[in-house]
């Protein structure tokens, strides 16, 4: 477990060095001064500019650069958003939660669905069941989540008027900031109207959160049937079938433990495309995440805003895959043992 | 199959557990929508983000349409029968014969916003009143410089010239004193701008060396207190409980920041919002059951700008020969469905010095081709035209506008690049800045004084705030507008105002396009007046039932 751990912080450590290489090559890259890109102070004094060459080393070699951008990384300084001149960090912090909750929820939501439903279509194979499931599962696969969104509000929020189309909760509820993740500060707070704030949530998180699961739980069909095929297929359950056991107890006893242990693995892959999926629905839904504050960084041409954006949310979705890769280690013994990890 | 009937008791029960305290959690909160917050609040989507929440700092529509009428009073306001000047906080007022002094009795009851910053121990005084114009006047004032030290209306009026003192007689009466009779100067007075703000307020901040949050966190004495600002999201408004004129009847107002017009006119079909600005799409609202499309005849003229600075527009040839070729009748009636004027100078012709002579500049690609030919550009030139980022009753749609114009001027062999993709806030600081080369905007009027369409964004004194657009300054101009303000005549002026609108259509600045409605949609359930042929919206007589 000891080797295992290690390889993986080692891993996490090159993939930030490459990460953080190429952001700060950005600031190169873009046009303007690389100063000020890196920085996003675009109305500096002489002065503060001055400053800004000694706390960035900017009249030094290109490694004492590197590194000076990396140590105000590591202060949690990642400069001034060139549109709105505020902290970045600061920005991200209000942000990134929302973000994190609508991705959270949808994966459940796609696991919840998906897997169930991809476990049937294996039992069923090749019958009707597994025909109906496999080609709903590409439909699903197919439809662009733009369009999907689109006629999620077309006829949930404007034709029926089920669910509002826009927003994490009504903003007559005025509900504080402390985690930045809506359901657990509605809870936290002592508002007398914290019940109906909570069930106003719900329904604003519904339409998002299905739209952004769609892909992702039509990918668990897949994957759940699959993995459960190939079990299926395996000795333990020949075996288990030729003890006698009945068909029940050998899918939920042995088959579903066994192929689920499959699907973990993929959870970690699989969030990465949750999230680009995440950028678009904020953007249609108008969800306060770092999504469409990226997108809208990159309208306004805030150089700053995208290399740290970019930086942030590559940094999650990294820490998400080594978070499942550890889970899925601790759950399976072997992948502990194999000398060359997954991902 | 599989799912219908699971054998193992275990997991089942976990599972009905589990399920049932959910559907606890989600019943427990049913059946107390009476007493429900919704009901006893507004929101409205709003098309931008406020710039301040200080009326005295900005011209932009869309911060007065936040800020102006909710946070704040004026010592006087326009009436809404009859546009006549009425009392507000100054129950009365005086102008001498010479009308070079202005005295103006305060009420005795206004009381300022109790708010978690703030709490005040007196009534609104004649010390408010001064406060609240020195700051602006006097460049040795303490808040001056406060938030840029800009106070573009009043500077482009010439306020600071006009006013020579300001003087308290006792606490409850203020006289201002006049360098000239200025036939504009009450309804200056009286527009969204010249708000009353906070003296106690400033000076409990001055103490703690808290200067810029006057701006940031507002005093006033309006009907609603200011609760909290997320930038480009929301801002959150309380009712003021003891407003002197009638009680409020909704307790909480919420302005939705939604800059696309699609999201707004979503909102509002999906009760998310209870009022929206600038609707689109009209004939969907009028045809719903339960949404009220308004619209109110609004003093404003669309235009667009050139930066009389910057090459090739510091040529007048040039300027003439793009009027010459954009064709207004084709924008009204993709733009603004055909609900606005053409516009043939700045002035509307519902202002008194509408001069029917003046005609503008008719639809003529070859006049504008030969204008073009002699200002030295035969082949054609390459320019840029900034949209506005937002509605605004002037202009609904800057964007398809700006696409217009370059189809047309595609015709005269001028390539127009469009500039769209700044946010409102920085889009006006760049402007201010002049760093556009010709922008698609426009101007509401704060008053019915023709003087507004002037001196404010036209006049030398407006360019040094960056609130003149063209950067265009010409002293034959401004002495005609200058001369105008020197009488109460209204021949007399209206003659002045001609010649000034002459040598507009002469040089053209600017080429105004078209005069516009204002619209609005709510929800029925939604009722009393909100819009005024001038200036903001206007939340304090608005109730929900």
């Known amino acids: ?343 | 199959m599989m799912k219908s009937k699971v054998s193992r008791p275990l997991i089942q029960m976990k599972q009905f557990y589990m399920l049932s305290v959910l559907l606890l959690l989600l019943s427990g909160c049913y059946g107390d929508d009476k007493g429900s917050l919704s009901a006893n609040s507004v929101i409205y989507c709003a098309e931008g983000s406020p710039e301040s929440f200080n009326p005295q700092t900005v011209t932009s529509g869309t911060t007065i349409d936040a800020v102006s009428y909710q946070l704040y009073d004026r010592l006087i306001s326009f009436q809404t029968e009859d546009n006549e000047i009425g009392p507000s906080l100054a129950k009365s007022w005086h102008v001498t014969r010479d009308g070079k002094m202005i005295t103006f009795y305060l009420r005795k009851d206004v009381s300022f916003h109790q708010t978690d910053y703030f709490t005040p121990t007196r009534p609104l005084n004649a010390d408010d009143v001064l406060f609240s114009f020195n700051r602006l006047l006097d460049p040795a004032h303490g808040f001056h410089h406060v938030s840029g030290g800009k106070y573009p209306f009043f500077q482009s009026v010439g306020f600071s010239s006009l006013v020579e003192d300001i003087e308290k007689i006792n606490d409850y009466t203020v006289r201002f004193k006049l360098s000239r009779a200025d036939s504009s100067f009450l309804a200056n007075l009286a527009t969204d701008f010249a708000v009353i703000l906070s003296a106690e307020y400033a000076q409990q901040l001055a103490a703690a060396g808290n200067h810029q949050k006057i701006d940031l966190q507002p005093i006033g004495t309006g009907p609603y207190k200011f609760k909290e600002y997320r930038v480009g999201s929301l801002i959150r408004y309380y009712r003021h409980e003891n407003y002197w004129r009638d009680q409020v009847a909704i307790e909480q107002l919420v302005y939705d920041i939604t800059p696309s017009k699609t999201a707004r006119l979503t909102k509002l079909l999906a009760n998310e919002c209870d009022v929206i600005a600038y609707p689109v799409a009209h004939e969907k609202i009028t045809e719903h059951p339960n949404l009220t499309l308004e619209a109110v005849t609004s003093f404003n003229v669309s235009y667009l700008g050139f930066n009389t600075q910057k090459p090739p527009f510091d040529n007048k040839l040039v300027r003439q020969a793009i009027a010459y070729a954009i064709n207004k009748q084709a924008i009204i009636e993709a733009i603004y469905f055909g609900h606005a004027e053409v516009a043939k100078s700045l002035l509307p012709g519902s202002s008194w010095a509408h001069d029917e002579s003046i005609s503008g500049h008719g639809f003529s690609i070859d006049k504008a081709k030969a204008l073009l030919a002699q200002a030295g550009y035969p082949d054609g030139l390459t320019m840029d035209i900034w949209a506005l980022p937002v509605q605004r009753a002037y202009n609904p749609n800057a964007l398809t506008t700006a696409k217009l114009i370059q189809a047309d001027l595609q015709q005269i062999g001028v390539t127009v690049n469009i500039v769209s993709n700044y946010e409102w806030s920085t889009f006006s600081r760049l402007l201010a800045r002049g760093e556009h080369q010709a922008v698609l905007l426009g101007w509401s009027a704060d008053h019915p004084d023709p003087d507004n369409f002037f001196t404010p964004i036209l006049s030398c004194a407006s360019m040094n705030t960056g609130n003149n657009r063209a950067f265009w300054c010409d002293p034959a101009f401004d002495d005609f507008l200058y001369q105008s303000l020197q009488t109460t005549n209204t021949r007399e002026r209206k003659k002045h105002y001609a010649q000034a609108l002459r040598i507009l259509s002469e040089e053209v600045p600017l080429l105004p396009i078209a005069h516009s409605r204002r619209y609005q949609a709510r929800h029925k359930n939604v009722q009393g007046e909100l819009l005024h042929p001038f200036g903001g919206i206007d939340f304090s007589g608005v109730s929900k039932n």
């Open chain 1, 1 to 343: 477990m000891l080797v295992f751990i290690i390889r993986r912080l080692n891993l996490f450590f090159f993939t930030m060095l490459l990460l953080t290489l190429l952001t700060f090559s950005l600031s190169f890259l873009f046009p303007g001064d690389p100063l000020v890109n890196l920085s996003g102070q675009i109305n500096a004094t002489p002065q503060q500019l001055e400053q800004l060459k000694l706390a960035y080393k900017s009249d030094q070699g290109i490694m004492q650069q590197y590194f000076a951008y990396l140590s105000h990384l590591a202060e949690g300084d990642l400069g001034l958003s060139m549109a709105s001149q505020t902290q970045i960090t600061s920005e991200i912090i209000n942000l990134l939660p929302a973000t994190i909750e609508l991705s959270l929820i949808a994966l459940m939501l796609a696991m919840f669905v998906g897997i169930p439903l991809g476990f049937i279509a294996a039992v069923n194979h090749r019958k009707t069941a597994d025909n109906i499931i496999l080609s709903v599962a590409m439909l699903g696969y197919s439809v662009p989540v733009f369009w999907l969104g689109l006629v999620a509000i077309l006829v949930f929020s404007i034709q029926l008027g089920w669910f509002p189309s826009a927003g994490q909760l009504s903003l007559v509820y005025e509900i504080e900031h402390v985690t930045g993740i809506q359901f657990i500060d509605i809870l936290l707070s002592d508002s007398v109207y914290k019940w109906q704030a909570f069930r106003d949530a719900s329904a604003h998180i519904v339409l998002p959160a299905c739209v952004v699961a769609t892909a992702p739980a039509t990918i668990f069909i897949r994957l759940a049937r699959s993995s459960m095929l190939a079990v299926l297929e395996t000795h333990y359950i020949k075996a288990a079938r030729a003890k006698g056991l009945t068909f029940r107890q050998i899918i939920f006893r042995h088959a579903v433990r066994n192929s689920l242990l499959q699907i973990i693995r993929h959870i970690g892959l699989q969030f990465a495309n949750l999230v680009t999926i995440a950028m678009i629905t904020e953007v249609i839904f108008s969800w306060p995440g770092i999504g469409r504050w990226l997108i809208e960084s990159i309208y306004q041409r805030d150089y700053t805003g995208i290399q740290s954006g970019l930086l942030v949310l590559s940094t999650f979705i990294f820490i998400v895959h080594i978070v499942t890769d550890f889970i899925y280690a601790a759950l399976n013994p072997l992948a502990r043992e194999h000398n060359h990890g997954t991902s």
